[in-house]
């Protein structure tokens, strides 16, 4: 069995490829509007995968149409 590896995504990474600002990431994240997975021996980095950006990206653009 193959283990497909996870690209995980800073908090800036995902500002950047959003074009938003790192702080309104972080809110994103605390309304839970973004997934996001903790990482590190004490858990406070936050790293968002590919796929929790995809979903969120995915749903977004699902509700951008409707709105027409």
């Given at each position: 069995?193959?283990?497909q590896a996870t690209?995980?995504?800073t908090v800036r990474q995902v500002a950047q490829r959003l074009a938003l600002?790192?702080?309104?990431?972080y809110e994103m994240?605390?309304?839970n509007?973004?997934?996001s997975t903790r990482v590190?021996?004490?858990g406070r980095a936050i790293r968002v995968s590919e796929a929790q950006l995809a979903h969120y990206i995915?749903?977004?653009a699902r509700g951008a149409l409707?709105?027409?």
């Open positions: 069995m193959t283990e690209t995980l995504l600002d790192p702080k309104t990431v994240i605390w309304s509007e973004i997934e590190g021996p004490t995915e749903r977004n409707a709105r027409r």
